[in-house]
């Protein structure tokens, strides 16, 4: 199937994720992991350049885009444990041998900004998800210069307008990163910066 040009599937592991390939798969394996509270759609520019080379992967992360949104309570709620062992399954079904991953996170990313941190509020939180406009344009733009276009916007918006789990799922996601996201960042910190980090590893930031 396509979507946007590019060839996407879902993949059902204990929920379904959807996921975006190109290249060829007999090349090195890049796999694309966007930031929060965007979709792997983020990377829409950069799949056709690095696909000459590699072979490359994108994927919505539960919760977001079109990968399923479970239901908070009912086997998913939106741990950071629960993302790092879910990334982890998803990578073994996708790329078991060597791969490379590119991130978004830095420092400044330990704590949420107000326009996410909105939505962990018991009250505020549950009625600013429901809104297309806060939860997508808004949380994405305000940290930066960046201006989107219309035909953009409305890729984003399109979970929030075609379902409610998508803002229940972004209420859930706020609620546990913010009790959890700075302690995340600063074992990461720890573990590349580690005398016992024994796997070679090239680490990239630009």
């Known amino acids: 199937m396509m979507f946007l040009g590019f060839s996407y599937t879902y993949i059902i592991l204990s929920n379904r994720w959807f996921c975006i390939e190109s290249g060829n798969a007999d090349n090195p394996t890049v796999v694309l992991i966007h930031g929060f509270p965007s979709q792997a759609y983020s990377y829409r520019k950069a799949l056709p350049i690095l696909s000459k080379d590699y072979h490359v992967i ?34 073994d079904e996708l790329a078991p041998n060597k791969v490379s991953l590119v991130a978004q996170i830095t420092d400044k990313h330990a704590n949420l900004p107000s326009t996410l941190s909105i939505f962990s509020n018991f009250l505020l939180g549950e009625i600013f998800s429901q809104d297309p406009l806060r939860a997508s344009d808004k949380a994405l733009t305000s940290c930066g210069p960046y201006k989107m276009k219309e035909v953009d916007a409305m890729v984003y918006r399109r979970p929030y307008l075609t379902s409610g789990s998508s803002g229940f799922a972004l209420n859930a996601i706020t609620r546990a990163m913010k009790k959890q996201l700075k302690s995340y960042v600063n074992d990461m910190r720890s573990t590349l910066m580690s005398e016992n980090w024994k796997i070679r590893t090239t680490v990239c930031w630009g």
């Open 58 to 91: 994108a994927f919505d992360w539960l919760g977001f885009g079109f990968s399923e949104k479970p239901q908070p309570k009912y086997g998913f709620d939106y741990t950071m444990e629960e993302y790092v062992l879910s990334l982890k399954s998803l990578i």
